[in-house]
């Protein structure tokens, strides 16, 4: 239930977010000399602070609650690069899903084994990590056929060793996180229009984004079979 509501605030948040960045002509404002400005402004002023406040903060609220962290790791790649901005977003990432893992699996594990313990993709999960436990984790962080905040919470109620859940995830992240900074870098560089790799991302993003909806639609049928067989 407290997840639900902070996804709703959040979603809320957004809303009167853009409703007020309009409504004020606050984009008038986003243009490559003020957004230069403010870039220099916070490496010069901040330098590593940020990095430590995504990495401890940002990372973890958002992995936890289940918020997307890709805007955080694009706007690394605009600030550092793709080098240092890399690494950052990396961390930040491997760091708020071992966290989730390390709620699911110790602090609150009653929690969520009545959220997930029973579910369909629990069971999928374990029977795969039997079989081939370090390559299940590694490809199911390369494709979004699980969303990362249900896995980095269910991976929490299977049998998988720690220590290869850590590896695994630390590998199967850097592709999707490279590709987040790199896009930043390419925000930064003025290039992300006239870049080929933006074709790529688009199609890759609409494929993404036609799976997530099959596969949110697939269980609301599924939630809704259920509901009724209950009554």
């Known amino acids: 239930m407290t997840q639900k509501i902070m996804r709703i605030m959040f979603l809320l948040l957004f809303i009167l977010f853009t409703f007020l960045f309009y409504y004020t002509k606050a984009y008038t404002y986003l243009n490559s000399d003020t957004i230069s400005f403010v870039r220099t ?17 940002l990372y973890l609220f958002f992995n936890i609650f ?45 929690l969520f084994v009545r959220k997930f313990g029973k579910k369909e993709i629990t069971k999928q999960l374990e029977e795969h990590l039997e079989k ?5 984790i590694i490809l199911t962080r390369l ?13 929490g109620l299977t049998s998988v060793k720690f220590s290869i859940y850590i590896i695994g995830t630390a590998i199967g992240i850097i592709p999707i996180t490279l590709l987040n900074v790199y896009l930043g870098q390419l925000l930064f560089q003025g290039n992300l229009l006239n870049a080929g790799v933006t074709k790529i991302f688009g199609i890759i993003s609409l494929i993404l984004f036609i799976i997530i ?11 809704k079979k259920n509901n009724k067989q209950l009554q």
Not at 132 to 136: C, D, I, N, Q, V
């Open 143 to 155: 494709f979004f056929v699980i969303p990362y905040n249900i896995q980095n919470f269910v991976y």
């Open 213 to 223: 909806i099959f596969y949110i639609l697939k269980k609301l049928i599924h939630i």
């Open 132 to 136: 081939r436990h370090f390559s299940t």
């Open 41 to 57: 402004y916070l490496i010069t002023n901040f330098g590593l602070i940020i990095p430590v406040m995504f990495i401890l903060i």
């Open 66 to 110: 289940g918020f997307p962290t890709m805007y955080f790791s694009i706007l690394l790649g605009y600030l550092y690069g793709v080098s240092f901005g890399f690494i950052i977003a990396w961390a930040g990432m491997l760091s708020g899903i071992i966290f989730s893992f390390l709620l699911s699996r110790y602090l609150f594990r009653e």
